[in-house]
């Protein structure tokens, strides 16, 4: 996979085969900054979402439902910088692909089976803070541990078995039949009714749903807001009901938040997908959507006070402490 010489006027992905894909040519220096910048971008977003998977897997109370689907949304994030990224970062450099055709395939199921779990940790967290914040007090019986812990998996099996199909009867598996690309290659081509069908699973039903809970989870938020703002105005006392309320308000808005940035980066990508013809606004719009796999974190840092704790308590070593499971990472104190 070494770079070109720059003087020959044509070069190929495989020399000695004739429908080989004709390779890009770069410079040594744009080979090693684009190597180094993508690098650095995929350990960025691994560690990052490795502080919030252990945050959660190791303090226990922070295992709630909600911060379950943080921690699978935080996984698909992971597996984004530790397989996706690099994976396509080296198909971006290379211009080729040099891995063969079965693992072709496997690389587009994983692509797609992370990506639609991604999408379904979304609809997840909007079930979760719908049901929060719009039907409070059924809550507890309605979204339990068991309860979450089984959506999430079934989630991932669903999509893995759905992926799994969709590639295998693309012939994504065996491209040597196929007369719409040239060896070396390794792109997402479908037919048009396997295209809408995916569009509409993938992405079209997901944000329907999203956009609609968090609709009415605003409009409630809204009003809750203002009979508390109403009551202390009056001088009233304030319910330990009304400030959980208040809470989970904001928990909503802070998730909320992760989602209008997922769908900000994942709607042009898709419109652009089915309307634009240029390769090179399309590279630039899906790596805004591995880029947003780096952000999640952030947004955790500024409006969750629990996870700058627990990521002090990290990387300070703090958690191989006896009993540092235990600590109460809302009130925590120093061991």
Not at 23 to 48: C, D, H, P
Not at 79 to 103: H, K, N, S
Not at 197 to 202: E, G, K, N, R, Y
Not at 220 to 233: A, C, D, G, P, T
Request: proline content about 3%; hydrophobic content about 45%; some cysteine.
């Amino acid at each position: 996979m070494a770079y070109e010489t720059e003087h020959q006027d044509t070069q190929y992905c495989f020399p000695n085969i004739n429908s080989s894909c004709v390779k890009g040519k770069r410079s040594i220096q744009e080979y090693n900054i684009m190597y180094v910048l993508f690098s650095l971008l995929s350990a960025w977003t691994v560690f990052l979402n490795l502080l919030v998977i252990i945050s959660i897997s190791h303090f226990k109370k922070l295992h709630t439902p909600t911060n379950m689907i943080i921690l699978s949304l935080a996984v698909t994030d992971l597996l984004i910088g530790l397989i996706v990224m690099p994976i396509q970062a080296i198909r971006l450099i290379e211009t080729c692909w040099y891995f063969g055709d079965t693992l072709c395939g496997i690389n587009l199921i994983i692509i797609g089976v992370i990506f639609s779990a991604s999408f379904s940790n979304l609809v997840l967290i909007a079930v979760d803070r719908y049901v929060a914040v719009c039907h409070p007090l059924l809550y507890p019986q309605k979204i339990t541990m068991a309860k979450m812990l089984m959506c999430i998996c079934l989630s991932w099996v669903y999509y893995s078995a759905y992926n799994t199909g969709l590639v295998i009867n693309n012939g994504y598996f065996d491209t040597s039949h196929r007369t719409d690309v040239c060896y070396g290659d390794c792109s997402v081509i479908m037919s048009f009714s396997w295209l809408v069908t995916d569009l509409c699973l993938s992405f079209i039903f997901p944000c329907v749903i999203m956009i609609t809970l968090y609709l009415r989870i605003f409009y409630v938020v809204h009003q809750q807001v203002k009979v508390i703002n109403s009551l202390m105005k009056g001088g009233k006392c304030v319910t330990k009901g009304s400030v959980k309320r208040k809470s989970e308000s904001k928990a909503a808005l802070t998730l909320g938040i992760i989602v209008l940035v997922y769908l900000l980066c994942y709607i042009p990508y898709y419109i652009c997908t089915l309307s634009v013809n240029s390769s090179t606004t399309i590279t630039v719009l899906e790596w805004t959507v591995y880029t947003n796999s780096g952000l999640n974190p952030l947004v955790y840092a500024l409006f969750y006070h629990w996870f700058k704790k627990t990521v002090k308590l990290i990387l300070t070593l703090k958690i191989f402490h006896p009993e540092s499971s235990l600590i109460n990472v809302f009130t925590v104190h120093e061991l």
